[in-house]
C-alpha cells in the first residue's frame, strides 16, 4: 500500500544552519508529494508540494524535488531561523481517485539561537 | 476568512466513557476529511465525506467510531467507549473540489 517514511527526530540546530529532512514514498502510479508543517499551538499547514517528476516545491526558503528514481522527496533549507521551529511531516496523495493524505511520522526541528 | 476550527481543543476522558469531537470546515468547502495521529506515530486518514456523504470510510479503526456530517456543514466524530489506545490528536481538514486540504488545530484526546 502506499507509504511515506520519514527522517526521524528530534533534530536540533542551531540558527543559520543547514537543513535535510529525508522522506521517502513507496506508491502505486504518481502520486504527488507535499511538506506540511506544524508550528505549536497551530493546524498544519501546507509548506510546499510537487505534482510530477522532477518538479521543485519551494517556499519560505525550504525546498524539496520529486525524484522518481530515487521515490524521494527530502525538505532542504540552506539557512534555518528559529522561527522554523515546528514538527514537519512529509505527505502523499494519490492522483486519482481518493484524496486522502497518507503521511509520514513527523520530524520535530528544534532551532537555537 | 475563519479557517478549520475544531472543538474541543483537549479532552481528557476515562476508559468506557463517550466523546465526540466537532469540526467546522471552512465555509463552502464539499470536502472534510478526519485524521489521527497516535503518540509519535504517523498521521492517519480516517474518513472522507464530500458535503454529507461518506465517500471514504476505510481509515476508520473500528465500529467504536461514528463521523456524522450533519447537512454537509459541521461534522462531528464519537467516540463510544472510548478506549486507552484511541488516544491521540485527531485533526479534521476541509478542501473545496479536488484542491488541497485545510486544517484545523487539532483535539487532543486522553483516554485513562
Known amino acids: 500500500g502506499d507509504s511515506v517514511t520519514q527522517m526521524e527526530g528530534p533534530v536540533t540546530l542551531s540558527e543559520e544552519a543547514f537543513l535535510t529532512i529525508n522522506c521517502t514514498y513507496t506508491?502505486?502510479?504518481?502520486?504527488?508529494l507535499f511538506w506540511y508543517v506544524q508550528y505549536p499551538g497551530e493546524g498544519l499547514q501546507l509548506l510546499l508540494k510537487?505534482?510530477?517528476?522532477?518538479d521543485k516545491g519551494s517556499n519560505k526558503g525550504f525546498e524539496a524535488t520529486y525524484r522518481k528514481e530515487t521515490t524521494s522527496f527530502h525538505l532542504e533549507k540552506g539557512s534555518v531561523q528559529v522561527s522554523d521551529s515546528a514538527v514537519y511531516f512529509c505527505?502523499?496523495?494519490?492522483?486519482?481517485?481518493?484524496?486522502?493524505?497518507?503521511f509520514g511520522t513527523g520530524t520535530r526541528l528544534t532551532v537555537i539561537p | 476568512e475563519a479557517g478549520v476550527t475544531q472543538f474541543p481543543s483537549h479532552s481528557v476522558i476515562e476508559k468506557g466513557q463517550t466523546v465526540t469531537l466537532r469540526c467546522d470546515p471552512i465555509?463552502?468547502?464539499?470536502?472534510l476529511y478526519w485524521y489521527r495521529r497516535v503518540m509519535g506515530k504517523e498521521i492517519k486518514f480516517l474518513l472522507h465525506?464530500?458535503?454529507?456523504?461518506?465517500?471514504?470510510e476505510s481509515g476508520m479503526p473500528n465500529n467504536r467510531f461514528l463521523a456524522e456530517r450533519t447537512g454537509g456543514t459541521y461534522s462531528t466524530l464519537k467516540v463510544q467507549p472510548a478506549e486507552l489506545e484511541d488516544s491521540g490528536v485527531y485533526f479534521c481538514?476541509?478542501?473545496?473540489?479536488?484542491?488541497?486540504?485545510?486544517f484545523g488545530p487539532g483535539t487532543r484526546l486522553t483516554v485513562l
Open positions: 481538514a476541509s478542501s473545496p473540489l479536488s484542491a488541497k486540504q485545510f
Open positions: 506508491a502505486t502510479g504518481y502520486p504527488s
Open positions: 510537487a505534482t510530477k517528476a522532477d
Open positions: 505527505a502523499l496523495a494519490r492522483q486519482t481517485g481518493a484524496n486522502n493524505l497518507f
Open positions: 465555509s463552502g468547502h464539499d470536502n
Open positions: 465525506f464530500v458535503k454529507e456523504s461518506k465517500q471514504d
